[in-house]
T-cell receptor, first 114, second 115 residues
Framework: EAGVAQSPRYKIIEKRQSVAFWCNPI?????LYWYQQILGQGPKLLIQ??????VDDSQLPKDRFSAERLKGVDSTLKIQPAKLEDSAVYLC???WGSGGDTQYFGPGTRLTVL | DQQVKQNSPSLSVQEGRISILNCDYT??????FLWYKKYPAEGPTFLIS?????DKNEDGRFTVFLNKSAKHLSLHIVPSQPGDSAVYFC??????????????FGQGTILTVHP
């Protein structure tokens, strides 16, 4: 079974530029999550999708971050414009459902904002 | 507001000995707890979980203990192996109550197992 795929693996941009990350979850998984992991901290949930609907985006900085999950499969996370403090690893995870279902993580995208 | 805390940034143990990683939480609504392991340049991998109706769950060399009254859980690895060297994250959720199973993670503990 293929795992969660993410691209790109690394991205370096200058502040005020835009960037987008892509995630392909495990086939059949209804729930998709985007996490932000800043160096030295644990992952923090940015947004959670159930199929193609948003169920939690309470910690997403909506003035600069946006995410979509078209057709309930792939997802993209965009930052526009980026700030220095957005430097982090962005992790995508998926699970069969929500609740206590195990979340499977992708390898992440390491973003550096200069 | 750090609802899940791992107060030890790092732990070093000898191969074959026991590793004990600790985690404290403050939110009494949490009723499901997990441990994830993370190697460099990889995403976190699920290791073991425990529901609040239990106080112990075992899977091979890994055992998680939950003390609800103290809002504390721990992960025991016996015996420790060099391949266990990784960052370990504790996570908690309310099991899909009002938060749809949202996970809150601790800061992580770096475990190093020396041969």
């Amino acid at each position: 079974e293929a795992g969660v795929a993410q691209s790109p693996r690394y991205k370096i941009i200058e502040k005020r530029q835009s960037v987008a990350f892509w995630c392909n979850p495990i086939s059949g998984h209804a729930t998709l999550y985007w996490y932000q992991q800043i160096l030295g901290q644990g992952p923090k949930l940015l947004i959670q999708f159930q199929n193609n609907g948003v169920v939690d985006d309470s910690q997403l900085p909506k003035d600069r971050f946006s995410a979509e999950r078209l057709k309930g499969v792939d997802s993209t996370l965009k930052i526009q414009p980026a700030k220095l403090e957005d430097s982090a690893v962005y992790l995508c995870a998926s699970s069969w459902g929500s609740g206590g279902d195990t979340q499977y993580f992708g390898p992440g995208t390491r973003l550096t904002v200069l | 507001d750090q609802q899940v805390k791992q107060n030890s940034p790092s732990l070093s143990v000898q191969e074959g000995r026991i590793s004990i990683l600790n985690c404290d939480y403050t939110n009494s609504m949490f009723d499901y707890f997990l441990w994830y392991k993370k190697y460099p340049a990889e995403g976190p991998t699920f290791l073991i979980s425990i529901s609040s109706i239990k106080d112990k769950n075992e899977d091979g060399r890994f055992t998680v203990f939950l003390n609800k009254s103290a809002k504390h859980l721990s992960l025991h690895i016996v015996p420790s192996q060099p391949g266990d060297s990784a960052v370990y994250f504790c996570a908690a959720s309310d099991g899909g109550g009002t938060s749809y199973g949202k996970l809150t993670f601790g800061q992580g503990t770096i475990l190093t197992v020396h041969p």
